[in-house]
C-alpha cells in the first residue's frame, strides 16, 4: 500500500528561525512527483512546492526548499526565514505516474510566534 | 482570471435537507475531485472525474454524489444531510502533465443540525 507518515502533529518556532518539517512515504513505484501543500487557518489550501522523483536536485522555492532522499524515501520540507504568514498547517503529498490521485499524509500543524 | 470557486462558503442546514455544493473552474483541467477534511485533519477523497461523463468514488465512502456534465462543473449533492455530514468540502482540480499538482478552492463549511 502507498502511504505518507509525518511524524510531527504539530511545530512551533520562533519567527526568522529555520523550521524543517519530515515527510516519509512507501511505494514500490520508481516514477513519481512529490508535493508540499500549505493550509493557513481558514484558508485556501495551496501548493508550495513539488519534485519528481526521478529529478535528483532538490527544488527550492525562495524560503522554501526539500530534501529528497529517494532511497530514504524522504521528503522534507525545509523552511528558512519563518514568517508569522508561514503559521498553517502543511500537507505532504505523492502521486504515483500511473494514478493522478494524491495520497496525502496526516498533516504538521506549524506555528510561527512572533 | 483563472481559479476554482466554490459555493456557498458556508452552510448551516438542518437534519433530512437535499443540498448541493458547487464547485467551477476556469482553468480547463480535465480532472476534478472532492475531499473531505474535518478541521486540522487529514484529507479524504470521496470523489473523482476525469473528465465529462466520467465519475468514481475514492476511498472514503460518502452518501453523497456527484455529477460532470459539463468540464467546469463538478457539483456535489447531499439528498438528506445528517450530523454526521457536518465537515468540510474542498473541491480541486488538476493540469496536465507530468505533475498534476491540484489547485483547490476555498472549501464549504457544512454544518448539519
Known amino acids: 500500500a502507498q502511504t505518507v507518515t509525518q511524524s510531527q502533529p504539530e511545530m512551533s518556532v520562533q519567527e526568522a528561525e529555520t523550521v524543517t518539517l519530515s515527510c516519509t512515504y512507501d511505494?514500490?513505484?520508481?516514477?513519481?512527483?512529490l508535493f508540499w501543500y500549505k493550509q493557513p487557518p481558514s484558508r485556501q489550501m495551496i501548493l508550495v512546492i513539488r519534485q519528481e522523483a526521478y529529478k535528483q536536485q532538490n527544488a527550492t522555492e525562495n524560503r522554501f526548499s526539500v530534501n529528497f532522499q529517494k532511497a530514504a524515501k524522504s521528503f522534507s520540507l525545509k523552511i528558512s526565514d519563518s514568517q508569522l504568514g508561514d503559521t498553517a498547517m502543511y500537507f505532504c503529498?505523492?502521486?504515483?505516474?500511473?494514478?493522478?490521485?494524491?495520497?496525502w499524509g496526516a498533516g504538521t500543524k506549524l506555528i510561527i510566534k512572533p | 482570471e483563472a481559479d476554482i470557486y466554490q459555493t456557498p462558503r458556508y452552510l448551516v442546514i438542518g437534519t433530512g435537507k437535499k443540498i448541493t455544493l458547487e464547485c467551477s473552474q476556469t482553468?480547463?483541467?480535465?480532472?476534478m475531485y472532492w475531499y473531505q477534511q474535518d478541521p486540522g485533519m487529514e484529507l479524504h477523497l470521496i470523489h473523482y472525474s476525469y473528465g465529462v461523463n466520467s465519475t468514481e468514488k475514492g476511498d472514503l465512502s460518502s452518501e453523497s454524489t456527484v455529477s460532470r456534465i459539463r468540464t467546469e462543473h463538478f457539483p456535489l449533492t447531499l439528498e438528506s444531510a445528517r450530523p454526521s455530514h457536518t465537515s468540510q468540502y474542498l473541491c480541486?482540480?488538476?493540469?496536465?502533465?507530468?505533475?498534476?499538482?491540484?489547485?483547490f478552492g476555498p472549501g464549504t463549511r457544512l454544518t448539519v443540525l
Open positions: 480541486a482540480s488538476s493540469r496536465l502533465a507530468p505533475y498534476n499538482e491540484q489547485f
Open positions: 511505494t514500490s513505484e520508481n516514477n513519481y512527483y
Open positions: 503529498a505523492f502521486r504515483v505516474d500511473s494514478n493522478y490521485q494524491l495520497i
Open positions: 482553468m480547463g483541467h480535465d480532472k
